[in-house]
T-cell receptor, first 109, second 114 residues
């Protein structure tokens, strides 16, 4: 079967750095997406990785290792507005997105 | 541009009732999707469409029907609602369906079936 695993909840302090991990087992791989979802709102796109390595976009970075079936999202200089759920999704061989359950990130002052 | 819009935002149904959720996008996207989101689970694909007049089943299609008569609209129908269909429903669209196709989501419809 296809499976995406990410921690259910994480807590971090304002101004700090946090790393949210995602491991996956899917039938085929056509890229990995990270989305942010604030409570009661729609998911919004953060990043996309298809090749191994690090993609940096401002305070957010995303890393991919295809051989290990592993990705992480790194958030730097945390702000209170970063409190949200972070969803990992893998595009499988049929170009369908398989979604993880999401990681709820709580930022404390 | 409004992006992706969904109506209604909230709805309460009784078991056995039917309803239609409407999704509209103004980005001229070819692909459209209906997902449901339940606590502790990832988004699950119900049905999707790769273009006007086409539809296909996703992971959890039972109890739902869809239609895409116009490119900008994608309708999700519940024929006979059941409590198990209580969920948040998201519509999304993307330019095409290949790699690196960001999906744009609507604000969601919160459905409760009593």
């Amino acid at each position: 079967g296809q499976n995406i695993d990410q921690p259910t909840e994480m807590t971090a302090t304002e101004g700090a750095i946090v790393q949210i991990n995602c491991t996956y087992q899917t039938s085929g791989f056509n890229g990995l997406f990270w989305y942010q979802q604030h409570a009661g709102e729609a998911p919004t796109f953060l990043s996309y990785n298809v090749l191994d390595g690090l993609e940096e976009k401002g305070r957010f970075s995303s890393f991919l290792s295809r051989s290990k079936g592993y990705s992480y999202l790194l958030l730097k200089e945390l702000q209170m507005k970063d409190s949200a759920s972070y969803l990992c999704a893998v595009m499988d061989s049929n170009y369908q997105l398989i979604w993880g359950a999401g990681t709820k990130l709580i930022i404390k002052p | 541009n409004a992006g992706v819009t969904q109506t209604p935002k909230f709805r309460v149904l009784k078991t056995g009732q039917s309803m239609t959720l409407l999704c509209a996008q103004d980005m001229n996207h070819e692909y459209m999707y209906w997902y449901r989101q339940d606590p502790g689970m990832g988004l699950r694909l119900i049905h999707y469409s790769v273009g006007e007049g086409t539809t296909a089943k996703g992971e959890v299609p039972d109890g739902y029907n869809v239609s895409r008569l116009k490119k900008q609209n994608f309708l999700l129908g519940l024929e006979s609602a059941a409590p198990s269909q209580t969920s948040v429903y998201f519509c999304a669209s993307s330019p095409t369906g290949g790699t690196y196709n960001e999906q744009f989501f609507g604000p969601g419809t919160r459905l409760t079936v009593l």
